[in-house]
């Protein structure tokens, strides 16, 4: 079965549109995953990554618990059950220290503490902020070359919308 002719030109459209509900790409902003991820980088977001397929060590991005307007790119430190030092330590020997992440939030810390806003700060992260998991990292030229390949496109599905 052949497409129709008038449904050719959105094809391109379709495709840009079913890939971008999967995945999506975030620039890291600021210092508090450094040397993993530098600021001004670009990495790939996996959005329908849930809960279930998270794993400790594994970076995520998520909306603050104080302010939704801001998204937070950290290290998943602790899954629901773990216990978790008060100084954000995933391993604590002291039980008089610990806290247990609760069902439903994850603990999350970025990789450069000294200028890090995580879990330490803004306490467990409820599931429903997380946006998705980070699956790749594109630096410099690679990046480049990404944003050029969407905004090719993007202009040729204009292009193919407009009449005549």
């Known amino acids: 079965m052949r497409l129709p002719l008038f449904l050719r030109p959105l094809l ?3 495709v ?3 890939a971008f509900q999967v995945v999506r790409f975030q620039f890291i902003n600021g210092p508090s995953m450094e040397p993993a991820l530098r600021d001004g980088e670009l990495v790939l977001v996996n959005k329908r990554a849930p809960l279930s397929a998270i794993a400790r060590g594994d970076i995520v991005m998520f909306r603050s618990p104080s302010d939704p307007s801001r998204v937070y790119v950290k290290r998943v430190a602790g899954l629901p059950g773990d216990a978790i030092c008060q100084e954000g330590h995933p391993a604590c020997r002291d039980p008089a220290h610990q806290r ?11 990789d450069n503490a000294s ?16 946006t ?8 410099g030229l690679l990046a480049m070359i990404a944003y050029g390949i969407m905004f090719c496109l993007v202009v040729g599905v204009l292009r193919s919308l407009r009449p005549g």
Not at 100 to 110: I, K
Not at 132 to 139: A, C, D, Q, T
Request: aromatic fraction near 10%; charge should be positive; glycine fraction near 12%.
């Open 132 to 139: 998705g998991k980070v699956i790749g990292r594109l630096p």
């Open 100 to 110: 247990t992440v609760p069902p439903g939030a994850f603990f999350a810390l970025g």
């Open 12 to 14: 391109p459209l379709a």
């Open 16 to 18: 840009v549109a079913a």
């Open 115 to 130: 200028v890090s806003y995580d879990s330490r700060q803004a306490g467990f992260i409820p599931v429903a902020n997380l």
